[in-house]
């Protein structure tokens, strides 16, 4: 194998994730600073985890503790930024993948000005990654959106979000056009579709049941129209800046051979892919469009949304990548969970002990896929396993079998590469411990870095190396040859 001289290692984490401090400094609450752990729901199922309504909102926001919202406190990078990218820098990054918590910025989202405590943290933050040598990719819209856009507007199926979230980028783009070259636009744009609050801020009570999918794609079209927008405000401000989008690649395998198992799958799989579509061609796939005649889906689209999706394409396209499903027309074939998914278990492969299986070819069959689809660069900006970990009496953190599954993981996208894939970098999800994405659990764990906090808050906030992160700054300093 051999990645390219120059390619990017590193990992990702996103703001209300690791932050914290998520009333202070001017900052507004995100719909991320209400969602819940619940220590009683099964962690396998995620529609529970991640449900909503206008009640739930209310009761989070009479109630200023963090004890049941973590996002409220992250893991405290806020306060701890200057030590983890020091951790991060010894491991070897030259790039980090984090995200600008919108109401940082525009605690509501809708103030006249930005908020000047808020634009100066990441100056900071970018200013300290360069002196690590380490490149920022900075995603613009990580399940982040203001609380107060999603109770007035009802999120993103109001269209006066699109000018919103435009000039909280523009800001971006003119305050840190001299510190960021790299850019994302939306987090996993498809996952509205999965978890509509937390992507978009749709609250759930408020659409008929029967409406509820076509609210998510109308939703979704104000999200790629302001993903268009905003790449040619970037481009403008930032003369040779890059603007990537970003997809959950959900690579589903038909779970037989029988014709009708084949043609489930390759509709879903059409449908994971087409949002990235969008992003790359300038233009909705006529086979969606078609899907949303048959369904009798409307998707409210002014006539000049048409030329604003075209002068906005993509730079190149990322993804993340935890695992692969099957599918099948078989009612009674076992579900098992994945990245906030169901699909039909893999007899073939082993499981987290989450559910998400382990399909570390899958990645090189996704990125093989990918760029013979749009013959962009493509970057894997997020990738990894949650698991639970053991701290010895010693203080030592041995995890075997996070480095297997990286090692595994590596090795595909190396041998991707070597098939003719263009790629330009790999940040793992995530380098250090952080709050889970859709459990709000901190015993889910990710990181090469241990961080001393449990579910309920409880702890010291220590960063401790794990034995993976020995390994994955050997990696790093081989460019990728020595896996051992």
Request: aromatic share 12%; with cysteine.
């Amino acid at each position: 194998m051999s990645f390219p001289k120059g390619f990017f290692w590193g990992g990702a984490v996103a703001a209300n994730q690791v932050e914290g401090a998520w009333n202070v400094d001017g900052k507004g609450p995100s719909v991320a600073d209400v969602a819940t752990y619940k220590p009683n729901t099964d962690v396998k199922d995620y529609k529970s985890h991640v449900a909503m309504d206008d009640a739930h909102i209310a009761a989070a926001m009479a109630d200023p503790d963090d004890t049941y919202y973590p996002k409220r406190r992250g893991i405290d990078f806020y306060h701890h930024y200057k030590e983890d990218l020091k951790l991060f820098a010894e491991m070897g990054f030259t790039m980090l993948r984090v995200s600008i918590a919108w109401t940082r910025i525009f605690p509501t989202g809708e103030e006249a000005q930005p908020n000047e405590k808020g634009l100066q943290f990441y100056s900071d933050l970018f200013a300290e990654m360069h002196k690590n040598g380490i490149e920022p990719l900075v995603t613009l819209s990580h399940y982040e959106m203001p609380l107060a856009l999603a109770t007035k507007y009802n999120g993103w199926v109001d269209r006066r979000v699109i000018d919103c979230f435009a000039k909280f980028c523009h800001a971006c783009f003119e305050r840190y056009k001299d510190q960021v070259k790299y850019w994302l636009t939306f987090n996993e744009v498809d996952s509205v579709i999965r978890h509509p609050f937390t992507t978009a801020g749709i609250i759930p009570s408020r659409v008929p049941e029967d409406k509820m999918l076509e609210t998510c794609y109308q939703a979704l079209h104000h999200q790629l129209v302001a993903s268009a927008m905003v790449v040619k405000d970037c481009h403008e401000i930032i003369p040779g800046s890059k603007v990537g989008c970003m997809l959950t690649k959900l690579t589903t395998y038909a779970r037989t051979c029988a014709p009708d198992d084949e043609l489930a799958t390759q509709a879903k799989n059409l449908e994971n892919l087409f949002y990235a579509d969008v992003h790359v061609w300038g233009e909705y796939p006529r086979l969606i469009l078609k899907m949303f005649e048959r369904k009798g889906i409307h998707v409210e689209m002014l006539p000049e949304d048409a030329a604003t999706l075209k002068a906005g394409c993509v730079d190149f396209v990322s993804c993340s990548y935890y695992m692969t499903m099957t599918e099948s027309v078989d009612p009674n074939a076992e579900r098992t969970p994945g990245n906030t998914v169901l699909g039909v278990k893999n007899p073939y492969l082993p499981s987290t002990d989450w559910g998400w299986q382990i399909d570390p070819k899958g990645l090189r069959y996704s990125l093989i896929e990918l760029y013979d689809r749009y013959r962009k660069p493509l970057m894997v900006v997020e990738n990894g396993m949650g698991a639970k970990d053991v701290v010895e009496a010693d203080g030592s953190i041995h995890d075997p079998y996070r480095v297997e599954y990286f090692r595994q993981h590596i090795s595909e996208m190396g041998k991707a590469i070597d098939e003719g894939v263009e790629m330009w970098g790999y940040t793992t999800w995530a380098p250090i411990d952080l709050i889970s994405a859709s459990t709000n659990q901190m015993s889910k764990r990710y990181g090469f870095i241990y961080v001393d906090q449990d579910d309920m808050g409880n702890g010291t906030l220590a960063r401790s190396r794990k034995d993976s992160f020995y390994w994955y700054k050997k990696v790093i300093a081989s460019n990728g040859e020595d896996l051992d």
